[in-house]
């Protein structure tokens, strides 16, 4: 299944922005389809070639593949829009989605801005709970050197680029970010260093 690809024609744009396939759509959440440019973040649903579900599975199969209007699609649990040009902005898995005082906060769009200062190696985001606000942002991050004061450093630099609800309130400095060997967040890694507090 590809949600998007890139060539020579359309070359890869910003870090969470991809060319979206022809058959790649973004849906609410009673899967109706909806409209490019129309601004709202949504399931992500690949049309296409799909394969007929997973092997032995019937469960994983029906919450994966849906019929809707005749047409069959495969949905990720990843979240997202398009643009009326196309243009796919991730945002990240729903069941990471934060809900912080009504508000929705995707961790990888989060992440992604931090990991553009200079200083930053690597990050991951996580919902705490929150007595206030039902769950509050928080950043794991390791560094170069020489960064004074890094929550400071990094909420002043977030804040150009994210809502005021979207930045972390509690920023914890690991040597290293732990990653699964694919790569892949550790999500279960990163709040456990917050455990202490």
Not at 59 to 64: D, F, N, S
Not at 78 to 96: A, K, P, Q, V, Y
Not at 119 to 144: E, K, M, N, T
Not at 145 to 156: C, H, R, T, V, Y
């Amino acid at each position: 299944m590809a949600i998007q690809l890139s060539s020579r024609e359309n070359p890869p744009t910003d870090t969470g922005q991809f060319i979206a396939m022809p058959t790649t759509e973004i849906f609410n959440e009673r899967y109706e389809k909806l409209p490019r440019g129309c601004g709202e973040v949504g399931l992500i649903g690949m049309g296409g070639n799909l394969p007929r579900g997973y092997y032995k599975d019937p469960e994983k199969t029906a919450k994966t593949f849906k019929t809707i209007d005749g047409a069959r699609w495969g949905f990720t649990g990843d979240m997202g829009s398009i643009d009326e040009n196309g243009l796919l902005t991730f945002m990240g898995r729903g069941s990471n989605c934060i809900n912080t005082g009504g508000e929705k906060v995707f961790p990888e769009e989060v992440e992604e801005i931090i990991k553009l200062h200079p200083q930053v190696i690597d990050c991951l985001v996580v919902g705490l709970p929150d007595d206030r606000f039902g769950q509050s942002v928080a950043a794991v991050v390791s560094l170069r050197s020489g960064i004074e004061s890094p929550k400071d450093a990094l909420l002043e630099f977030a804040s150009a680029h994210l809502a005021r609800y979207k930045l972390p309130r509690t920023v914890n400095v690991v040597n290293e970010v732990k990653r699964a060997p694919n790569g892949k967040a550790d999500y279960k890694w990163a709040r456990k260093c917050f455990d202490h507090e």
